[in-house]
T-cell receptor
């Protein structure tokens, strides 16, 4: 099993550009999440999904969009990139909700906006 | 939201046990206690979680105080590969069942 796979691993964007971070999992998990982690800080939840066709906002959703058309994929879209979105982005999935279950994380996507 | 308090950093010697403390005085009866760790340049990794009773797995042990206001993650024999940031997190009903990752404890392991 590959687990949670994120692409790309690194990306540099110019201010105002758009891009999509891809996330796919092969564990048939219903729950999927996107976090960002700024240097020296903990993780903040951007968006999450409890199943195909269902998404909801987390703590810091502004400037991002998500979709969940399949169980496996949960892409994160950045529109009009800003320097404040420079961060490391982690995708995660779980079989149960976070309160009782175990989260599986991808290796991260490091994004720099110049 | 129920919060946790952890020391910013701790040091340990290789092959010695490590006790990582966590205070959660506002924990509610249904909040699970989770521990994750993050090795340098990697995503967080699940370590262990529990509700009331002490828990053991191949990675670590979780000791939960009787009043549940604190807990301790125990690494029985630290290795250099255990150097990481360790996050103690409450699985909080009032937070939509979402985990909130705080600053964690940076564990340094000396050879």
């Amino acid at each position: 099993n590959a687990g949670v796979t994120q692409t790309p691993k690194f990306r540099i964007l110019k201010i105002g550009q758009s891009m999509t971070l891809q996330c796919t999992q092969d564990m048939n998990h219903n729950y999927m999440y996107w976090y960002r982690q700024d240097p020296g800080m903990g993780l903040k939840l951007i968006y999450y999904s409890v199943g195909a066709g269902i998404t909801d906002k987390g703590e810091v959703p502004n400037g991002y969009n998500v979709s969940r058309s399949t169980t496996e994929d949960f892409p994160l879209r950045l529109e009009l990139a800003a320097p404040s979105q420079t961060s490391v982005y982690f995708c995660a999935s779980s079989f149960q909700d976070q309160r009782t279950g175990e989260l599986f994380f991808g290796e991260g996507s490091r994004l720099t906006v110049l | 939201d129920a919060k946790t308090t952890q020391p910013n950093s701790m040091e340990s010697n290789e092959e010695e046990p490590v006790h990582l403390p966590c205070n959660h005085s506002t924990i509610s009866g249904t909040d699970y206690i989770h521990w994750y760790r993050q090795l340098p340049s990697q995503g967080p990794e699940y370590v262990i979680h529990g509700l009331t009773s002490n828990v053991n797995n191949r990675m670590a042990s979780l000791a939960i105080a009787e009043d549940r206001k604190s807990s301790t993650l125990i690494l029985h024999r630290a290795t250099l590969r255990d150097a990481a940031v360790y996050y103690c997190i409450l699985g909080d009903n009032n937070a939509g069942n979402m985990l909130t990752f705080g600053g964690g404890t940076r564990l340094m392991v000396k050879p």
